[in-house]
T-cell receptor, first 112, second 113 residues
Framework: GENVEQHPSTLSVQEGDSAVIKCTYS??????FPWYKQELGKGPQLIID?????GEKKDQRIAVTLNKTAKHFSLHITETQPEDSAVYFC???????????FGTGTSLTVIP | DAGITQSPRHKVTETGTPVTLRCHQTENHRYMYWYRQDPGHGLRLIHY???????DKGEVSDGYSVSRSKTEDFLLTLESATSSQTSVYFCAIREAVGTDTQYFGPGTRLTVL
């Protein structure tokens, strides 16, 4: 099966700086890569996703890049704000499949 | 939480007792999923359903069973709870084939003593 690794496990940044979280995957057939944000006591919420036919996708301060050759994808958050503090998870799946493979999460703290 | 509710939100039970968790959706989505979340493991799929009475196993299905008698409800049962099943359980839904996005419920924190 697929193996998704996520780094770093914890990340602290100053407010206004950028944050980058990286994930690698093992199954070259994976073609859908969502990112979820989870606040304390809540369920994960989708913040951005990318499909394998696209190299980069942006939504305001959030962007995701995908390198299919190297089998890694990254989440970029610019101009970080305290409300960005949360745990972020990456995931991979294939062919609209039912099996999502999640990374182990990154706890992001934005210091005011 | 995308029209998904989970009940109970918190439960403490003893080893060997049966436990049923409920996921209810108001979106009329076809696909429903049960995950467990543990430190160091992220989220792992337990079981999923692709329609009423249609279910299949995920990567950590041992010790769990599911049922879906109505589109809106997906039940997860621990026949005889063990301490290793202490976890936070999340339900998720997906609309249909061709759409990849899964939306998650608020979670149920289960403690097995």
């Amino acid at each position: 099966g697929e193996n998704v690794e996520q780094h770093p496990s914890t990340l602290s940044v100053q407010e206004g700086d950028s944050a980058v979280i990286k994930c690698t995957y093992s199954d070259s057939a994976s073609n859908y890569f969502p990112w979820y944000k989870q606040e304390l006591g809540k369920g994960p919420q989708l913040i951005i996703d990318i499909r394998s036919n696209v190299g980069e996708k942006k939504d305001q301060r959030i962007a995701v890049t995908l390198n299919k050759t190297a089998k890694h994808f990254s989440l970029h958050i610019t101009e970080t704000q305290p409300e960005d503090s949360a745990v972020y998870f990456c995931a991979a799946s294939k062919n609209s499949g039912n099996q999502f493979y999640f990374g182990t999460g990154t706890s992001l703290t934005v210091i005011p | 939480d995308a029209g998904i509710t989970q009940s109970p939100r918190h439960k403490v039970t003893e080893t060997g007792t049966p436990v049923t968790l409920r996921c209810h959706q108001t979106e009329n989505h076809r696909y429903m999923y049960w995950y467990r979340q543990d430190p160091g493991h992220g989220l792992r799929l337990i079981h999923y359903s692709y329609g009423v009475k249609d279910t299949d196993k995920g990567e950590v299905s041992d010790g769990y069973s599911v049922s879906r008698s109505k589109t809106e409800d997906f039940l997860l049962t621990l026949e005889s709870a063990t301490s290793s099943q202490t976890s936070v359980y999340f339900c998720a839904i997906r609309e249909a084939v061709g759409t990849d996005t899964q939306y998650f419920g608020p979670g149920t924190r289960l403690t097995v003593l």
